[in-house]
């Protein structure tokens, strides 16, 4: 059963660019890796998604190493309005058609003026 | 407007009293799923359903029961089984059911009173 660890908060200023670590042990040479944000009181909205190298789109980017066992979403240029919890998500396939969806504990961020 | 909905936003029951919980989606999907969220946490499978007909326990499906009569359809019932039920859900849809992306509904906040 794979597992994921973020860090709990982080804090940053606007106009910087974040970083944000995953660590996810055992994924499946199948399993993609995507990034959600989620403001209070919401439903997490999709971010990006990646298997390997580098993803890009108009709001941020996903670096995988070779080895997949992290990954790191990066946020170029933050405003306040990215203030938000980030989790991380990858699939985890448990025998058969079956999978186990493993989520992050999320990373709170705030962004400071 | 394709999209995902849940009713009520807020809802309040007595202890000991069952309460379903709608999701309705119309975005074709073939995967939905059902989420517990407490303050300040993560995200906690409930259910998942990958076809008409058939659902799976996720990490916390006791005192939850599910069914999915219906593609578009995805209702959760929280029984008095359920000893701590105050909670946020979300409601989630996939078209396949690996880390595929989820759309989110907006969520239903559950009080016991």
Known sequence: LAKTTQPISMDSYEGQEVNITCSHNNIATNDYITWYQQFPSQGPRFIIQGYKTKVKNEVASLFIPADRKSSTLSLPRVSLSDTAVYYCLVGDPQGGSNYQLIWGAGTKLIIKP | DGGITQSPKYLFRKEGQNVTLSCE?????????????????????????????????????????????????????????????????LCASSMGADADTQYFGPGTRLTVL
């Open chain 2, 25 to 89: 989606q119309n975005l074709n999907h073939d995967a939905m799923y059902w989420y517990r969220q407490d303050p300040g946490q993560g995200l906690r499978l409930i259910y998942y359903s990958q076809i008409v007909n058939d659902f799976q326990k996720g990490d916390i499906a006791e005192g939850y029961s599910v069914s999915r009569e219906k593609k578009e359809s995805f209702p959760l019932t929280v029984t008095s089984a359920q000893k701590n039920p105050t909670a946020f859900y």
